[in-house]
Structures are given as structure tokens and as C-alpha cells.
């Protein structure tokens, strides 16, 4: 009928909150890099921005190279949105891992303990 538009519901910002994203999971794709998955907790993010990876204490330099919002590509993304965030530059070895036997996985547990924050 016109009168109702759906839109999405977009987080308040508020100007000078530090970023800072809480990590679900994490994918590895060969040839570009991690995209770790998660929430956007405060402030915003956007593609080029240096970032450090937080884990267990230790800051990782990295560089953000993408953002995905549900399967479409974005240049930022603010407080209260979901996102895969594509890092460049981070230090394989920061990545948490796991040796089962003679192969080493992505330690699963210690994933969900790390932020990215701003540089």
C-alpha cells in the first residue's frame, strides 16, 4: 500500500567510541586471508582501517581488507551489526591452534576470546 517501508534497524553510534568487535568464528581462505565472524560491539569499522587482533593478551597488527553484511559486500560497519571482517597482514602463527595427532586445526575454543580493536 506504500504507507509502511520496511528498513533495517540501525544501531545509534556514538562519535568517539573506540571499535572494538567480539570474534564468533574464524575462516580461513587461501590467497586472502582470515575472515573472522562476530559482532560489532562499539564504534565502527571500515575497509582499510589498521586494526590490532587481541589474543590472550598479545596485539596483532593487521589491516582490514573487507567487510561482509550477510552475504553482501560493505565498506563499514557500526555497533550491533553482524559481519565478517577480512584481515591482511596478520601473523598466521597469532591464529590459536590445535595439533590432533599429526594435523594442526584452529583451536575452536580459545576463538571465541578474541577481539579486534582499533589500532
Known amino acids: 500500500m506504500g504507507w509502511f517501508t520496511r528498513r533495517k534497524a540501525e544501531a545509534p553510534t556514538v562519535p568517539g567510541v573506540p571499535f572494538v568487535f567480539l570474534v564468533e568464528d574464524l575462516f580461513i581462505i587461501t590467497g586472502r586471508g582470515q575472515v ?3 559482532k560489532v560491539e562499539s564504534g565502527t569499522i571500515a575497509v582499510g582501517q589498521r586494526v590490532n587482533v587481541n589474543v590472550s593478551g598479545h596485539n596483532f597488527p593487521a589491516v ?3 567487510l561482509e553484511k ?3 559486500k560493505a565498506t563499514a560497519a557500526s555497533a550491533g ?3 565478517g571482517v577480512l584481515l591482511k597482514g596478520l601473523d598466521p602463527e597469532a591464529v590459536p ?3 590432533l595427532g ?3 586445526y584452529i583451536d575452536a575454543s580459545a576463538i571465541k ?3 579486534i580493536t582499533q589500532a
Open 113 to 115: 576470546n578474541i577481539q
Open 70 to 72: 550477510f552475504a553482501e
Open 97 to 99: 591452534r590445535v595439533t
Open 36 to 38: 573472522f565472524t562476530g
Open 64 to 66: 582490514v581488507s573487507g
Open 81 to 83: 551489526e553482524v559481519v
Open 102 to 104: 599429526s594435523d594442526n
